[in-house]
């Protein structure tokens, strides 16, 4: 169950700064636990790109950054490049529910 | 360089049972808490169950709990979801990922396998 939401899509052309929105609530972000981010290419592993609310796994570039406010926290991809059209989730830990829970995902599209 | 490689898959009849298998390698398996989730088709991911290091710390989604049993065997380096009385809504694409223990983050994902569940 997605219990964090996020834009469905999100488009720009090559070299734009998109971001995308992930709304949580007072049992998950908002409570203080960390928000993580993930990119996944259908048919692939996904993979971690950002943990910690903005902390970046060696290997991911710098053009990925993230932040947390609140109830809410955002992933920027400044310089966007056609590689980077994939889908996007983000991630927090619910005390409510006592799950993990994930975002509905956003797909960026590189114009 | 870390590698987790599901295998098990497949199409199921309603009540039926399945079992998916994950065989790590690259890193310390009998050091992470490794976890199974899922992700139905057009929506977004969802934590299925979670097995700590040494096997005993377990914990399931309620969706799951009394159906789903997951294990593990460091010897083998490997990791396993026995699934009972399947249900439409367990149709999805299933992956294993770790879990550094303490953090609540995934840091590693398998390819995934489709389990469907459809008479």
């Known amino acids: 169950h997605s219990v964090l939401t996020q834009p469905p899509s999100v488009s720009g052309a090559p070299g734009q700064r998109v971001t995308i929105s992930c709304s949580g609530s007072?049992?998950?972000?908002?409570?203080?636990?960390?928000v993580h981010w993930y990119q996944h290419l259908p048919g692939t592993a996904p993979k971690l790109l950002i943990y910690?609310?903005?902390i970046r796994p060696s290997g991911v570039p710098d053009r990925f950054s993230a932040s947390k406010s609140a109830t809410s926290a955002s992933l920027a991809i400044i310089g966007l490049q056609a590689e980077d059209e994939a889908d996007y989730y983000c991630?927090?830990?619910?005390?409510?529910?006592?799950?993990?829970?994930f975002g509905t995902g956003t797909k960026v599209t590189v114009l | 360089e870390v590698q987790l490689v599901q295998s098990g898959g497949g199409l199921v009849k309603p009540g039926g049972s399945l079992k998916l298998s994950c065989a790590a390698s690259?890193?310390?398996?009998?050091?992470?808490?490794m976890n199974w989730v899922r992700q139905a088709p057009g929506k977004g991911p969802e934590w299925v169950s979670s097995?700590?290091?040494?096997?005993?710390?377990?914990y399931y989604a309620e969706s799951v709990k009394g159906r789903f049993t997951i294990s593990r065997d460091n010897a083998k380096n490997s990791l396993y979801l026995q699934m009972n009385s399947l249900r439409a809504e367990d149709t999805a694409v299933y992956y294993c990922?770790?879990?550094?223990?303490?953090?609540?983050?995934?840091?590693?994902w398998g390819q995934g396998t489709l389990v469907t569940v459809s008479s």
């Open positions: 990922a770790t879990r550094r223990t303490g953090s609540d983050n995934f840091d590693y």
């Open positions: 690259g890193f310390t398996f009998s050091d992470y808490t």
């Open positions: 097995i700590g290091s040494g096997g005993i710390y377990i």
């Open positions: 007072t049992s998950n972000i908002g409570t203080g636990f960390d």
């Open positions: 910690g609310n903005n």
């Open positions: 991630q927090s830990y619910d005390s409510s529910l006592s799950d993990y829970v």
